[in-house]
């Protein structure tokens, strides 16, 4: 029986897409024959949403708690206009909290067959990679009663950079740098050393460094400076099993271990030396080598990223194994990792007389400093218990330290803010010393 009047309309309207009608206008349908026609026409006015066409640009890669833009282009290939509300999907971390829904949300209008740019702004709270999910957009009719709905996935990914903060650090290393490097009047010893130049003695200059021949030449006395070698291989390993993924504060301990690595790359880069860069638990999850002094910065922080810790127990015969294969002269092996107790006793020191053997070995760690404000606290039983516990945490880790440094490794404790620029100024000590 073909249907009429209110019945066929009702009908008609039943047949759309489920959603595109507010619930406050289902009870009037029934009713309202000509509000019911208002709707049916909106509906079939509004600019269908499978044709649409969309594209992305913008920001591939942002360092974490900067902003990314990315942009959104929309083609309307049909004759109509397109009048949208457009939600542009990202996952939660691209935004701080409280801020995504204003963000990702777009009103746009396209005339028929135009095209038109929005813009995205992240500002990601977690490092490592961020896709955009799927977009979603909703075509209204000219009237606003009735809309067409529809899903698009248009690919895009954000590399969240490492902050590199410590390179606030970078220029007072470097002028320490030029003085042990002869650029300034700093004179320089030791074995490992190479010669530069010859002054005149001023009191307080090392006896050892007169060159006698020189003196008598001059009639005056002589002394060598120096300047520490270059062309020196530094190789980073960065411990990425369960201690790294401990929080010290708000920061874990795997990204201040990163922060310090990225200064020591830049300073040693400048120094002249080769640095490489190995990240391991069970396996290889990071590695970066051989790579041209202007190539290795960049290269580092890209191949940080994404790189997050693993719950399992480190394995340190195989970590100890593929830094000596990565490391096949003499070097300078800079360990990021705990100083935990069972850690290092049952894991590090077994296999540590095999790194010692062929290279200078420096271990690096982040220390808590809450653990030195609990130590100082008193006034009441729970922080004499709290003070307590926190200066036996304390004395265990300073016997840690103690047993490596017999092996003949420097050790580095630091808190987190910290550690980049002592890890920084141990390596310039081992520079000046020339054990490098």
Request: one cysteine or more; a positive charge.
């Amino acid at each position: 029986m073909a249907l009429t009047g209110r019945t066929a309309l009702i009908a008609a309207l039943g047949s759309l897409p489920v959603g595109i009608l507010a619930p406050s206008w289902t009870g009037m349908l029934a009713v309202n024959a000509p509000l019911s026609l208002a709707i049916l026409c909106d509906y079939a006015l509004a600019a269908p949403v499978r044709t649409l066409r969309f594209t992305r640009s913008g920001d591939t890669s942002v360092r974490l708690g900067d902003r990314a833009e990315v942009g959104l282009t929309i083609s309307n290939p049909s004759g109509r206009r397109l009048r949208a509300q457009l939600r542009d999907a990202w996952p939660p971390s691209s935004w701080a909290a409280g801020t995504d829904q204003a963000a990702s949300r777009h009103k746009v209008v396209v005339p028929a067959g135009e095209r038109r740019r929005l813009s995205t702004v992240l500002r990601p709270t977690r490092r490592g990679d961020r896709h955009a999910e799927e977009l979603t957009i909703r075509s209204y009719g000219p009237l606003g009663l009735a809309a067409r709905q529809g899903r698009h996935h248009v690919p895009w990914t954000v590399r969240v950079l490492p902050p590199f903060a410590s390179r606030k650090h970078l220029p007072s290393r470097l002028a320490r740098l030029r003085e042990l490097d002869g650029r300034t009047s700093a004179l320089m010893r030791g074995q490992g050393t190479e010669f530069d130049s010859l002054r005149d003695y001023v009191a307080g200059d090392d006896t050892r460094s007169i060159d006698w021949r020189a003196s008598a030449r001059r009639n005056t006395v002589a002394v060598r400076t120096w300047r520490p070698e270059r062309d020196r291989h530094i190789l980073l390993v960065l411990d990425t099993g369960r201690t790294s993924a401990g929080r010290v504060g708000d920061v874990p301990r795997l990204d201040a271990s990163m922060d310090a690595a990225l200064l020591l790359t830049a300073l040693a880069s400048r120094a002249g030396d080769r640095v490489d860069l190995l990240a391991y638990d069970r396996r290889v999850r990071a590695r970066v080598q051989g790579r041209a002094a202007a190539e290795r910065l960049p290269a580092m922080v890209d191949a940080l990223a994404p790189l997050e810790p693993e719950l399992v127990e480190t394995d340190a015969r195989g970590l100890s194994a593929t830094a000596l294969r990565s490391a096949p002269r003499r070097s300078l092996i800079v360990l990021l990792t705990s100083l935990e107790a069972a850690p290092v006793e049952e894991g590090l020191l077994p296999v540590l007389p095999q790194l010692t053997q062929r290279h200078t070995v420096l271990v690096a760690s982040v220390s808590d400093p809450h653990v030195q404000e609990m130590s100082a606290a008193r006034g009441d039983a729970e922080s004499v218990y709290a003070a307590a516990a926190a200066a036996q945490e304390q004395a265990q880790r300073s016997r840690t330290a103690d047993q490596l440094r017999r092996h003949g490794v420097t050790v580095v404790d630091a808190a987190p803010d910290a550690l980049a620029p002592a890890l920084a100024d141990a390596y310039l000590a081992l520079k000046a010393a020339g054990r490098l």
